[in-house]
């Protein structure tokens, strides 16, 4: 009797320490949270507030968070897009804030955290605000993007073309890029208006000539031919002009955003003074796909699945109530 009580005693000791042992990989499994950026902290678990440099007023207003978030999402995606896709915006947008917030602190030369010039922050028009606006940044409150502790850096744009860029491609990224950002293939195609889905744009040779001083301060001169070095994607990484290479981010940049939409083109046509440039997408490519993401949206994913898709590998949080 008493050898059979010390072998179930001795049983039972196996079992707890096996089971001791199994539950101690689940503790460090558990998700390492991030922390609001001490510069706007509130306290854990409160909404933060932050100083937003108004541009056309030229004044700085304290506002909190999620208020400042309805203006961005608003101004960055057409406010009558589904609900999905605009939470989806919501979490990127506020990710973006929070990134840039932790690694920066105030913007350069103002005293703020975050601007409503689109060419210093994001964009921000509280005009466009409406109840689709605010139900989609509400249903996301304090909901951001995360990648090994760390807010991911939350890029976004309008249209890909079919497939996403690495930031290397997209921003002429240096160093290794983030490893939640590869290539994704979404239904942006199927979904983005026809007026956007390709572009044409004819710069005129000085227009052209000048960029690429800009950037690689050598001259052209009076060049006869465009090479262009793509990526496996077909998005162009550089181009070779009048024997001078430049990087292709850089040189839509210099010609400006809105007028060579995209880097995913195809060889340019030179006819005397003129050079003609067609393509698809607007935007660099990298990250969220807006029209990708509304094409998500319309077949019922979810937006924190929709970020997920973009940013692969990483972790919705929720940071405060």
Avoid at 2 to 9: E, G, K, Q, T
Avoid at 215 to 228: C, K, L, R, T
Avoid at 302 to 320: M, N, P, T, Y
Wanted: hydrophobic letters at 40%.
């Amino acid at each position: 009797m008493r050898r059979m009580l010390i072998v179930l005693v001795v049983i039972s000791l196996i079992a707890w320490a096996a089971v001791g042992c199994k539950g101690k990989p689940q503790e460090e499994e558990k998700e390492q949270m991030v922390e609001i950026p001490e510069e706007i902290s509130q306290g854990e678990n409160v909404e933060p507030q932050l100083r937003v440099y108004i541009a056309d007023e030229e004044s700085v207003v304290t506002m909190k968070m999620e208020e400042y978030i309805q203006g961005v999402v608003a101004a960055e995606m057409d406010p009558d897009w589904p609900l999905e896709a605009l939470a989806a915006q919501a979490i990127e947008a506020r990710t973006f804030t929070l990134q840039k917030i932790a690694e920066q602190g105030t913007l350069p030369g103002r005293d703020a955290h975050a601007s409503s010039n689109i060419e210093e922050f994001q964009a921000y028009d509280p005009s466009r605000i409406n109840d689709n606006v605010r139900e989609a940044v509400n249903k996301t409150r304090g909901m951001v993007a995360v990648y090994e502790g760390n807010f991911v850096r939350a890029w976004f744009h309008a249209y890909c073309g079919g497939i996403t860029a690495t930031p290397k491609a997209g921003l002429n990224f240096q160093g290794e890029g983030p490893p939640y950002l590869k290539p994704v293939e979404n239904p942006c195609r199927e979904y983005v208006d026809e007026e956007i889905e390709f572009w044409s744009k004819t710069f005129s040779k000085a227009e052209i000539r000048a960029a690429v001083i800009s950037i690689a301060n050598e001259d052209p001169g009076d060049f006869s031919s465009i090479e262009i070095g793509k990526s496996e994607n077909g998005r162009a990484i550089n181009f070779v002009i009048g024997g001078v290479s430049v990087p292709a981010p850089e040189l839509r940049l210099a010609l400006g955003s809105t007028e060579l939409r995209s880097t995913l083109v195809d060889s340019p046509v030179i006819s005397g003074n003129e050079v003609k440039f067609t393509g698809r997408g607007y935007g660099h490519g990298v990250g969220l796909c807006q029209w990708g993401a509304k094409g998500w949206a319309e077949e019922g994913i979810s937006a924190e699945e929709i970020v997920k898709k973009f940013f692969s590998g990483v972790d919705i949080q929720k940071l405060w109530d």
